[in-house]
């Protein structure tokens, strides 16, 4: 008998829940709201079946919470919970780079250079493309610092980065571009102490972007809207 490798609608599910909660923390849908499913579903590109499955992840996780015969609402989520999932980030994506620091190959550099460079040339208007850029420079440096607890804790933490919405941060554009050069700088050095306070530095600038525009929407003030 053949052994199912995937199974899809898990993956449909997965996919919603991640689109949902990155709606949830780039401010474009508020704590407190409540969520209707059809109009959320069209949003995100599915039906409501794993809209329905990926509602259900998310409660589990506390993004939303679930309430009787009347469906879900969007969890409370304070400034200081995504302070506190950043400076998770940035500690450990520190400890991972400055161990990368110590083992890293020209090779390797010179891919980082590479995707730094294309990252610089391309337009804000690309901005799937630019993410799914900045993602794949930041996880070939963890994978060279051959930590993998390590990086599973990133990517838990990593669960409050608006990755596909990044583009509507204010600024994070021009972040994107300039960020890279002083980790890569102290990877080629083999400095990981430098690579480290480099690491530690970008990451916090972009948690500051993302707060500054979660501030200017109102987030933390929401009140039950959508009622």
Same mark, same amino acid.
């Given at each position: 008998m053949a052994t +199912?490798?995937? &199974?899809p609608r898990a993956q449909l599910k997965d996919e919603a829940a991640t689109h949902i909660r990155e709606l949830i923390i780039s401010g474009q849908v508020a704590p407190g709201q409540l969520i209707r499913l059809a109009p959320l579903a069209e949003r995100v590109g599915a039906s409501v079946t794993p809209v329905r499955e990926a509602l259900l992840l998310l409660a589990q996780d506390g993004w939303v919470v679930q309430e009787p015969n009347r %469906? #879900? =609402?969007?969890?409370t989520? +304070? =400034?200081?919970d995504v302070e506190d999932a950043y400076l998770v980030h940035a500690d450990v994506a520190g400890e991972l780079v400055a161990r990368a620091a110590a083992k890293i190959d020209d090779e390797t550099i010179a891919t980082l250079w590479a995707l730094d460079a294309s990252i610089k040339a391309r337009g804000d208007q690309d901005d799937d493309a630019l993410e799914e850029i &900045?993602? +794949?420079l930041h996880h070939t440096i963890y994978e060279v610092a051959e930590s993998p607890r390590l990086v599973w804790f990133v990517n838990a $933490?990593? =669960?409050f980065v608006p990755r596909r919405f /990044? %583009?509507?941060?204010? %600024? /994070? #554009?021009?972040? &994107? =571009?300039? %960020?890279?050069a002083a980790i890569l700088e102290a990877?080629?050095?083999h400095e990981p102490e430098r690579a480290r306070e480099a690491m530690a530095n970008h990451i916090n600038a972009a948690r500051d972007l993302l707060l500054a525009h979660l501030d200017s929407v109102g987030f933390? $003030? $929401?009140d039950n809207p959508g009622e």
């Open positions: +199912t490798l995937s &199974n %469906g #879900f =609402r969007v969890a989520i +304070t =400034r200081g &900045n993602y +794949t $933490s990593s =669960r /990044w %583009g509507t941060i204010p %600024g /994070w #554009f021009e972040h &994107n =571009r300039a %960020g890279h990877l080629a050095a933390w $003030s $929401s």
